[in-house]
């Protein structure tokens, strides 16, 4: 089975910067795309980033030019540098992986992390 655990959440206060880690572990055949979700306090989980196995990075409206997604293949890790951060920013931040099944089939199924807290407050 494959684990996702996430890290790197806190408290910060507007205007401040977290950087999140999600390291996947376990027997790990590939990695296809890999992404930041979102939820906060009575709303919907979203979409924050993702970036593909070669790279290419994507992001909602809201985070564009304050948030960089990377990947480091060789790890299986990937973080998320989050900068001038407002309190709308504040929610549990989940890694998503899509993970390959095995060496011999081009399938893939889904991973969750458990999620870590980012608080944006003064």
């Known amino acids: 089975q494959v684990q996702l655990v996430e890290s790197g959440g806190g408290l910060v206060q507007p205007g401040g910067s977290l950087r999140l880690s999600c390291a996947a572990s376990g027997i790990i055949f590939g990695i296809n795309t890999m992404g930041w979700y979102r939820q906060a306090p009575g709303k919907e989980r979203e979409l924050v980033a993702d970036i593909t196995s070669s790279g290419i990075t994507s992001y909602v409206d809201s985070v564009k030019g304050r948030f960089i997604m990377s990947r480091d293949n060789a790890k299986n890790t990937v973080y998320l540098q989050m900068n001038s951060l407002k309190p709308d920013d504040t929610a549990v931040y989940y890694c998503?992986?899509?993970?390959?099944?095995?060496?011999?089939?081009?399938?893939?199924?889904?991973?969750w992390g458990q999620g870590t807290l980012v608080t944006v407050s003064s």
């Open positions: 998503y992986a899509e993970i390959r099944r095995s060496s011999y089939l081009r399938e893939y199924y889904g991973r």
